[in-house]
């Protein structure tokens, strides 16, 4: 099976402790992903961010409606967080949150490892790009939200 990798930065302008505080709230999930994901949370509020906690989502991808369930598996307040897929469109995906006080802001660091059905075209045709498209932009909302002082 082909493991893919994916990774993003972005500086803000904000303390670690306000960014790690927005991401610790799931609901805010839905305001960084992009409507043509049609993404929706479906597990009750409130959801207790740690270490255990499932949450399970409802998307499309490419018009095909999606379960989605992640599993937090990691989870250091104010320093980084791992979420899991525990089933889902992926054969695997894990992506690590890492928050990092640098300049005076926020180093926002996004590691993603996935691997898909279909293997490498349908990474290449699809899949990379869907995910590029969508931490694109994820980072313009943030930007949005908290790029300026």
Known sequence: ????NFRAELWLPRPVAEIFGFFADAYNLQALTPDWVNFEILTPKPIQLRAGALIDYRLRIHGLPVRWQTEITVWEPAHRFVDEQKRGPYRFWIHEHRFTPQKGGTLCSDHVRYAVLGGELVN??????????????????????FGHC
């Open 1 to 4: 099976m082909k493991t893919h």
């Open 124 to 145: 290449r045709l699809f899949v990379r790009r869907d995910v590029e498209k969508i931490f694109t932009f994820r980072s313009h909302k943030l930007e949005e939200l």
